[in-house]
């Protein structure tokens, strides 16, 4: 799990209070805040900053030796184990 303020809103709240969420996304670096429409995730709003966020060496993902077990020449089918293992997925 990563070390960072989430913030969960409505779209309704959203247009409510845009300029006061943005201002907090300036604030506060490691603030997120995750958009619902009826109840589910459908967008987040992260800051647009520079500065890194440091993530403890046990939440690292390794990718050592990622693509050392696929043949020289990797296949379709090897490529689609990859893009299932490392696409992005939706917020729950």
Known sequence: ?????????GV????????????RLEKEGDLEIVITRHGK???????LSKRA???PPSE???????????PLEPTDAD???AKRI????PIE
Request: net charge positive; glycine share 0%.
């Open 79 to 81: 490529f689609e184990e």
């Open 53 to 55: 966020v440091k993530i």
């Open 86 to 89: 490392w696409e992005p997925r």
């Open 60 to 70: 690292r993902i390794s990718l050592l030796n990622t693509w050392s077990h696929l």
């Open 12 to 23: 309704r709240e959203l247009k409510a209070k845009a300029s006061e969420l943005l201002h």
């Open 41 to 47: 995730p459908c967008a987040k709003l992260v800051p």
């Open 1 to 9: 799990m990563l070390l960072h303020n989430v913030t969960t809103i």
